[in-house]
């Protein structure tokens, strides 16, 4: 699976823009809690990207033997606090793989395995390594887990592993796939394991153009059947584009196309961010300045939402993404990283317990710690755009080697969305 | 073997935090944090036991006042049974 928006559909949720089938855009960086929540038949069904402090009011009911909605509203932000305070990785994503049975020209995942024409003898880890890392992880109280790759369904073992974290180890299930090896077989036992979502690359509305992005012929036709097996099964289904220059001139289209397709939700990102290994060859199919205008100014799928401008005092001020205390990454390889983008390694699982390295004091994790608000970060505390900034730490990084460094992507995107925002505010005054 | 009690649904996501449960149903996508009396009563809702066995520990376990755990206890079950998170049993009492 190439770079599809990965971190709107993490913990984290600040890369993405996540765009809601008949809900207003988010403007800010509210960190996902879950893919989705919402009453069936309450006409909430929608709503995804739940952030904190922010969305609790549409996605919690009442609880337990709370009865009152306000005390479960409550209760739950008490616990979320008491997850950042313990820096318990609430939100766990593991790559299964790196190897993928499709070659999409932005795709991020450079793979090292050698038996599959990696550059290094590096070796996924192995059904055993995976489910005493589920045991672990666990333990250190994740809950929300995204099994993802390369393509998760070449793994052989992949239902061995995901009912093994559902069934004996209780995690709540989002998968991450091209979509392209579902046959009714598979629909039948994902439905059986049920996840919270499946999410799957769109990057085309026709053949043409989806299949020429991930470079294998009949792509498209296959995604678009997957959609249907797993929805005649209840299972639902977040489509999600990365908008780049080979299909900038469908977006319209795909945000179409997957509600007709019966997608829970459509999930957009202009983002293109560097390969894994630092190779910036992929940025060439970012959009240029005028497109990202022109794409964030439409009103389709959802208008632009007004943010009334504060000054930067208030601005900076704004908490920056939960990296390395509530959410972690771990690559197929073993190794375990703060999250999906900040690919600085924190250790080996095959060498140390999961919770020696994720409690191991460290510089990186000094670092991290010192980072809560954009006031924080030297670039960030003056600009003049921080407000409607949505930065990455790990993208950063990737971009000029210093995680507190300015993102320019997001500086890019941040001057669209301003001048977006001053024209809408214009409009409406 | 069958459930003779009140019994988790197989496919619910839950973990405890600090004595309090976070349950997500992945069907429905919806969240729920579990006060303690509640996480217990869920921690031991696995089939094995009857409603009012788990009423029984719980008001020992929490030195409450027993009526009132009951009535709340029942109205739980009940929430359980109509969020889809646990299964239909036979024989709970
Ligand atoms: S545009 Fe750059 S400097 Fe400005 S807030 Fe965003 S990351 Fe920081």
Known sequence: MGACGSCSGGGCGSGGTPIQIGKPQESSAGRVIWSGTGEPGAGADQIIGVGLGERLEQSVPNAGIRVESPEAKEALRRLFMKVEEKKIPLWTHIDLTYKCNTDCIHCYCQHLDSSFGGAYDKKDLTTQEVIHLLDQLADAGALNLTLSGGELFVRKDFFE?????????????????????????????????????????????????HDAIVQRPGSFDRVVRAVGLLRSRGISVVLKTSIMQPNFHQADEMARLAQTLGSRTYRSTIEITPRNDGNTGVMQYQLTDAQMLDYLARDFPSPWPYTEPVPLEEARQKTTCGTGTVACYISPYGDVYPCIQLLISMGNIRDRAFKEIWEAPSDLRRKLEQIQSYGDLPDCKTCEYVQLCNRCHGLAYLETGDLTACYKLALRMAKAKTQVNAAVGTQQG | MPATGPCRRPEIAWRVIDGEAIVVNPRSGLVYPFNPVATRCWELADGSRSEEAIIDTIVEEFDAPAEQVRQDMRGFFQMLHEKGLIQPTQGSS
């Open chain 1, 161 to 209: 592993i995901a009912f093994y974290a559902s069934r004996e180890k209780h995690f709540a299930l989002t998968l991450y796939s091209n979509g392209t090896l579902i046959n009714e077989r598979m629909a039948d036992r994902l439905a059986e394991l049920a996840p919270v979502a499946i999410e799957i690359s769109l990057l085309g509305a026709t053949a043409e153009v």
